[in-house]
């Protein structure tokens, strides 16, 4: 089966730009989550969407938001684009990571580089 | 916040050997799981280990827990060049449903 596809791939925008990357999940998997990495930072959570809604929220500034659309499809946005938010955004998908948990499948990044 | 630390933070060896890293964590756990990733591509899923498991096996790799000392332990058998890439630990929290990862380990395997 087709695994967690993100799009673009690579993206170069300037400061005070928006920015909107996609992530589609694993047919069937209704949690989506958002990390974002950077060499000094690391892996830093961002948010997790689970049926449309937004269910965990990571430390990070109001400028970075998300949605979720009824077929799962995540979306995540970020607005007055800052050179500090050049990084790697990693979308992951899961069938339903409860408290039981599960293995997150991840998707290959979109490279977003602020100028 | 990082909650995971792994150690060390940089490892080479050659093809043959193998490899252990380590990882250490603060809070209470649902589980705690190993991730792979290659030269600053997606994360790949290694293995799983639940709060009340204490080894688990899959493969070439075996990994343990003791919750006692919060800290967790990763070790790759009989290592292949292909098998260099950063590796994260990530903690599943009680209550909620995403990851804290660690600071990752790179491991170098040559040839």
């Known amino acids: 089966k087709a695994g967690v596809t993100q799009t673009p791939r690579y993206l170069i925008k300037t400061r005070g730009q928006q920015v909107t990357l996609s992530c589609s999940p694993i047919s069937g998997h209704r949690s989506v989550s958002w990390y974002q990495q950077t060499p000094g930072q690391g892996l830093q959570f961002l948010f997790e969407y689970f049926s449309e809604t937004q269910r965990n929220k990571g430390n990070f500034p109001g400028r970075f938001s998300g949605r979720q659309f009824s077929n799962s499809r995540s979306e995540m946005n970020v607005s007055t684009l800052e050179l500090g938010d050049s990084a790697l955004y990693l979308c992951?998908?899961?069938?339903?990571?409860?408290?039981?948990?599960?293995?997150?499948?991840f998707g290959s990044g979109t490279r977003l580089t602020v100028v | 916040s990082q909650q995971g630390e792994e150690d060390p933070q940089a490892l080479s060896i050659q093809e043959g050997e193998n490899a252990t890293m380590n990882c250490s964590y603060k809070?209470?756990?649902?589980?705690l799981q190993w991730y792979r990733q290659n030269s600053g591509r997606g994360l790949v899923h290694l293995i799983l280990?639940?709060?009340?498991?204490r080894e688990k096996h899959s493969g070439r790799l075996r990994v343990t827990l003791d919750t006692s000392k919060k800290s967790s332990s990763l070790l790759i058998t009989a290592s292949r060049a292909a098998d260099t890439a950063s590796y994260f630990c990530?903690?599943?929290?009680?209550?909620?449903?995403?990851?804290?990862f660690g600071k990752g380990t790179m491991l170098l395997v040559s040839p």
């Open positions: 809070t209470s756990i649902n589980n």
């Open positions: 990530a903690t599943h929290n009680s209550g909620y449903s995403t990851l804290t």
């Open positions: 992951a998908s899961s069938a339903n990571p409860g408290p039981e948990g599960y293995g997150y499948t």
């Open positions: 280990i639940r709060s009340n498991e």
